[in-house]
C-alpha cells in the first residue's frame, strides 16, 4: 500500500458545527502532516507528527485540533470555524530520517458557510 | 531562512514539444533534497522527481529530467513530449534532511498543454 487515504473528499460545515477529518496510512511512515491550501497557492504547513507526539504546530488557531491515535492514522478535528478557513486540507506522511520526498493524500475540500 | 522561487507564474507549451519550468532556493545549508511536485486538478500532489544535493549527477523519470546547478541555487525541471496529462500545477519544493524538517514550497507555476 503506497497510498494515503483522506475521508472525507468533500465537507460542508456551518459555523458552529463539529467535523472531524481522516487520514489514514499502511507505509509504515512515523511523520504525518496536516496542510491547508487556498486555490492557485502552495500548501501551508499546519501541524507536524513525528512517532504519534505533536511536533510543530505553525501557529494555528485552537479552533483546529489535530490528533495522533497510531501511526497510521491523523485526524484534524474542526470546531467553530469561519467562511476564511475554507480551503484543500491536505495530508501527507514521510520516512522521518530518509531522502524521500512527501506521500500526499487528494485531500478534503472543506466549505464553511 | 530558506526560500523557493518559482517567478514565472504561467506556461504553455504544445503537445510533444519541450518545455523547462524554473526554480531557484535560497539556503546556507550544504545537505538538501529538492523536489518537483505535479498538482493536477484532481488536486493530489504528485511527486515527480527528487534530487538530493549531494549527487552532482541531475535526476531523471522518463520524460521528465532536472538541471541541478548547486552553486547557482537553481533546480529547472525539463519535462520532454509534453502530453495533454501533464497540464497542471507544479511546485518546487525543498526540504533539509531531520525529524522536524519542513517541506517549504515555491508559489507554484501553472503548465497549460496545448493540443
Known amino acids: 500500500d503506497t497510498e494515503v487515504t483522506q475521508t472525507p473528499k468533500h465537507l460542508v460545515m456551518g459555523m458552529t458545527n463539529k467535523k472531524s477529518l481522516k487520514c489514514e496510512q499502511h507505509?509504515?511512515?512515523?511523520?504525518m502532516y496536516w496542510y491547508k491550501q487556498k486555490a492557485k497557492k502552495p500548501p501551508e504547513l499546519m501541524f507536524v507528527?513525528?512517532?504519534?507526539?505533536?511536533?510543530i504546530n505553525e501557529s494555528v488557531p485552537s479552533r483546529f485540533s489535530p490528533e495522533c491515535p497510531n501511526s497510521s492514522l491523523l485526524n484534524l478535528h474542526l470546531h467553530a470555524l469561519q467562511p476564511e478557513d475554507s480551503a484543500l486540507y491536505l495530508c501527507?506522511?514521510?520516512?522521518?530520517?530518509?531522502?524521500?520526498?512527501?506521500?500526499f493524500g487528494s485531500g478534503t475540500r472543506l466549505t464553511v458557510v | 531562512a530558506q526560500t523557493v522561487t518559482q517567478s514565472q507564474p504561467e506556461m504553455s507549451v504544445q503537445e510533444a514539444e519541450t518545455v523547462t519550468l524554473s526554480c531557484t532556493y535560497d539556503?546556507?545549508?550544504?545537505?538538501?533534497?529538492l523536489f518537483w511536485y505535479k498538482q493536477p486538478p484532481s488536486r493530489q500532489m504528485i511527486l515527480v522527481i527528487r534530487?538530493?544535493?549531494?549527487?552532482?549527477q541531475n535526476a531523471t523519470e522518463n520524460r521528465f529530467s532536472v538541471n541541478f546547478q548547486k552553486a547557482a541555487k537553481s533546480f529547472s525541471l525539463k519535462i520532454s513530449d509534453s502530453q495533454l496529462g501533464d497540464a497542471a500545477m507544479y511546485f518546487c519544493?525543498?526540504?533539509?534532511?531531520?525529524?522536524?524538517?519542513?517541506?517549504?514550497f515555491g508559489k507554484g507555476i501553472t503548465l497549460s498543454v496545448r493540443p
Open positions: 539556503t546556507s545549508e550544504s545537505d538538501y533534497y
Open positions: 534530487q538530493e544535493a549531494y549527487k552532482q
Open positions: 507505509m509504515g511512515h512515523r511523520a
Open positions: 507528527y513525528s512517532y504519534e507526539k505533536l511536533s
Open positions: 519544493a525543498y526540504r533539509v534532511p531531520g525529524a522536524n524538517s519542513k517541506l517549504t
Open positions: 501527507a506522511s514521510s520516512q522521518l530520517v530518509t531522502s524521500g520526498g512527501y506521500t
